[in-house]
């Protein structure tokens, strides 16, 4: 596989998935990655816990800068002993970008897209995986891959990809943007030869 790797797998991953379930209201704290027009992710919701400063396009995609959001805070008990060693000691990040987490709805789309801007081109892009059936896949290229459950993966977002969970549960993700001398900044749309 050239647009996917496995970074780590068998992560325990129960505790975060129940400080969120705890804490539905994050869900609806900010819903502009869904909401704006055109938007690729209307089946998602998210929770912010690094983001920009604003959610202005420019902001959005040229802004480097990424700034912690409250929620950072709520779920932290939850969320330090399993991210710090994986940023620290797993990925290397020398800069830590936006954190999210993401949930897509059961039978729901993400559609195809390719990660633009000069922040998605700063940025290397990892997902962990906290949920999600056999039917929750990403496809990047001409590549599909599940992402089972205590799995971080890197995948490449300036290749075009979407996502789907043709399943009855919400799949949902930690995405986690970051700069690391283990993984290279891919720069540019490109297409999966």
């Known amino acids: 596989m050239q647009n996917f790797k496995r ?9 975060v998935v129940e400080a969120i379930e705890a804490h539905p ?4 704290e900010i819903t502009i990655r ?12 998210c929770i912010f816990l690094r983001g ?3 959610f202005t396009p420019d902001d959005y995609f040229f802004d480097l800068g990424s700034y912690d959001y409250p929620a950072v805070d709520l779920l932290a008990d939850s969320l330090v002993p399993l991210l710090q060693p994986l940023l620290r000691d797993v990925l290397k990040v020398e ?6 987490i993401v949930r897509l709805e059961p039978n729901g789309h993400i559609e195809s897209h390719v990660d633009e801007g000069e ?15 056999d039917g929750s896949t990403l496809t990047c290229g001409s590549e599909t891959v599940h992402f089972a459950p205590g799995e971080l993966w890197w ?4 290749v075009e990809h979407y996502a789907d969970n043709k399943s009855e ?8 943007d970051a700069v690391t001398s283990m993984y290279p900044r891919l720069k540019g749309a490109r297409t999966d030869n």
Do not use: M
């Not at 209201?25 to 609806?28: F, I, N, P, S, V």
């Not at 800069?95 to 999210?100: A, S």
């Open 34 to 45: 869904q909401d704006y027009e055109g938007s690729a992710h209307k089946d998602t919701a």
């Open 7 to 15: 970074v780590s797998e068998g992560l325990n991953v129960t505790p």
């Open 119 to 133: 922040y998605a081109d700063h940025f290397t892009r990892f997902h962990l995986a906290l949920t999600g059936d």
């Open 25 to 28: 209201e994050l869900w609806d």
């Open 95 to 100: 800069e830590l970008g936006r954190v999210l």
């Open 169 to 176: 549960k919400p799949r949902i993700h930690i995405i986690i």
């Open 52 to 54: 920009p400063k604003s």
């Open 155 to 158: 995948f490449d977002h300036k």
